[in-house]
């Protein structure tokens, strides 16, 4: 079984950065795609962006291209998210799953991170 412990989240300013980390534990993850989503207040979790822990082939969401990045250490065991030029509508609670390519999130959900940006 694959564990998943979000953090990084906090309180920024609009046009901040910050960068999120998930912690990877457990068997035979090398095989997953690691993704990163997020759920805003009153609204439904999306996809942001994923990464394919073999090889670092990446893919985002379209709403999302070109301020965040996801990467991952292998030595570490570790996923990131970078988010750049935050903004308010970027409050959030941030999540990192894991799964095959297309599909990065057939594991339980953990608690999240909680960003929150402020105008």
């Known amino acids: 079984q694959v564990q998943l412990v979000e953090s990084g989240g906090g309180l920024v300013q609009a046009g901040g950065s910050l960068r999120l980390s998930c912690a990877v534990s457990?068997?035979?993850?090398?095989?997953?795609?690691m993704g990163w989503f997020r759920q805003p207040p009153g609204k439904e979790r999306e996809f942001l962006a994923a990464?394919?822990?073999?090889?670092?082939?990446?893919r985002y969401a379209d709403s999302v291209k070109g301020r965040f990045t996801i990467s991952r250490d292998k030595p570490k065991n570790e996923v990131y998210l970078q988010i750049d030029n935050l903004q308010s509508e970027d409050t959030a609670v941030y999540y990192c799953?894991?799964?095959?390519?297309?599909?990065?999130?057939?594991?339980?959900w953990g608690q999240g991170t909680q960003v929150t940006v402020s105008s």
């Open positions: 799953n894991a799964g095959p390519p297309q599909r990065p999130n057939v594991l339980p």
């Open positions: 457990g068997r035979a993850f090398g095989h997953y795609t």
């Open positions: 990464i394919r822990w073999s090889d670092g082939n990446r």
